[in-house]
């Protein structure tokens, strides 16, 4: 999960860089005061050690820990020897890197690469079951902690509810992620509707998209989906975003949306190779569904939610203390593209693999609108 840190602890333990070539002896020293007629290497074959040292007026040497050598105790010294060596010397130097075989020489290349970069990655990835949630509510909050820790709070969490069951995502029920810190977030979940379907029985499917040079975390089993994260707002006039890339077919667009911290009911309808258009829904107080219709108003830019049942805004008229007319103002999407031919989603946190069209929309021809463009 922190493949840049284990790296690191790696090269911590074995180093960064390998001798070739290792020369072994013993090494003695002294200061010497004039150095100009002493040869950098001397042959002992001209002459006997002793010789060499009273040329240079020395009558004695010192270890490496300070003991004091005699003159005549270094030849046999030097003869006995046997196992008690110092290493003198390392030569031709090569990188620890150029050592390892090719599969792994790309493995590093792929971390470094992916952390050198400020680019949105899957940070992590994970399945929660909801099973201590009541069923009697319709609003509800779920913690969800997470291992390892991030080093910064700055990410983003897209998901969706899903059934194991079914291996479906449901569409019953609402969901936004807040209270971002290191150890975790919250899910805030809304039930939309009166449903057979049992909150305790459903699961949410999670990712964390962040910058890994940041957060010190990659998902080992999603690092190679390419992303492309997108934070926007949709304009009152116009449902619909310019995408950042080029899109195409099977490539999967997960959003989240929310007003005012309250999840809102968004979901794709068309797409082109640079534009993704949606529907948005919304709900009464008592849960009856309710269409965005959009008006055009001179001095607010905001959405008029408004039930289309005339019977329903009838009785809602009579009944001063329920208003279902909301104005909506502006409202945040987080919106993920990820760019990839993989079928399967790879959760982090268990060894599973789901659909992966169960964290998003897929792209597909049906829903492909080649005239589709933002500024219709």
């Not at 002459?47 to 046999?76: F, M, V």
């Not at 607010?300 to 039930?307: P, R």
């Not at 103002?329 to 268990?350: A, M, P, Q, V």
Request: charged share 25%.
């Amino acid at each position: 999960m922190k493949p840049f840190k284990a790296l690191h602890d790696v090269f911590d333990e074995y180093g960064h860089v390998f001798p070739q070539k290792i020369i072994l002896g013993r090494s003695f020293i002294r200061n010497i005061t004039k150095t100009y007629d002493i040869p950098n290497r001397i042959d002992l074959k001209s002459g006997t050690l002793e010789s060499h040292l009273d040329k240079l007026n020395l009558s004695y040497l010192l270890t490496r820990s300070g003991n004091i050598i005699e003159k005549h105790e270094l030849l046999d010294l030097v003869q006995n020897l046997n196992d008690d060596l110092e290493i003198i010397e390392l030569d031709n130097i090569i990188s620890l890197y150029e050592i390892l075989d090719k599969e792994q020489q790309e493995k590093i290349d792929n971390i470094i690469a992916k952390y050198k970069q400020d680019n949105h990655r899957i940070i992590m990835s994970g399945i929660t079951d909801l099973k201590d949630l009541d069923n009697n509510n319709t609003d509800h909050y779920k913690r969800i902690n997470i291992q390892p820790s991030l080093e910064d709070e700055n990410y983003e969490v897209i998901g969706s509810i899903i059934s194991k069951q079914k291996n479906s995502k449901l569409k019953e029920f609402l969901l936004k992620f807040g209270l971002y810190d290191f150890n975790g977030f919250s899910a805030m979940i809304k039930t939309l509707k009166k449903t057979h379907i049992k909150i305790e029985e459903c699961y949410i499917l999670w990712m964390i998209i962040g910058i890994p040079s940041k957060l010190s975390v990659l998902s080992p089993r999603n690092q190679d989906l390419q992303v492309k994260y997108e934070s926007v707002t949709l304009q009152p006039n116009q449902i619909k975003m310019k995408t950042p890339i080029s899109l195409s077919q099977k490539y999967i667009i997960s959003v989240n949306a929310h007003h005012s911290y309250e999840p809102i009911n968004i979901r794709l309808v068309e797409w082109s190779e640079s534009c993704i258009s949606f529907q948005i829904n919304g709900t009464t107080r008592n849960n009856s569904n309710i269409d965005l219709n959009i008006e055009n108003i001179d001095d607010s830019n905001s959405f008029i939610m408004s039930d289309n049942d005339s019977d329903t805004q009838q009785e809602t008229e009579n009944n001063s203390s329920t208003n279902i007319e909301t104005v909506v103002n502006n409202i945040e999407c987080n919106i993920c593209i990820l760019r990839s031919d993989y079928k399967t989603f790879r959760i982090d946190n268990g060894d599973e693999e789901y659909p992966i069209d169960l964290i998003g929309y897929k792209l597909s021809e049906e829903n492909f609108n080649e005239n589709l463009t933002f500024s219709d």
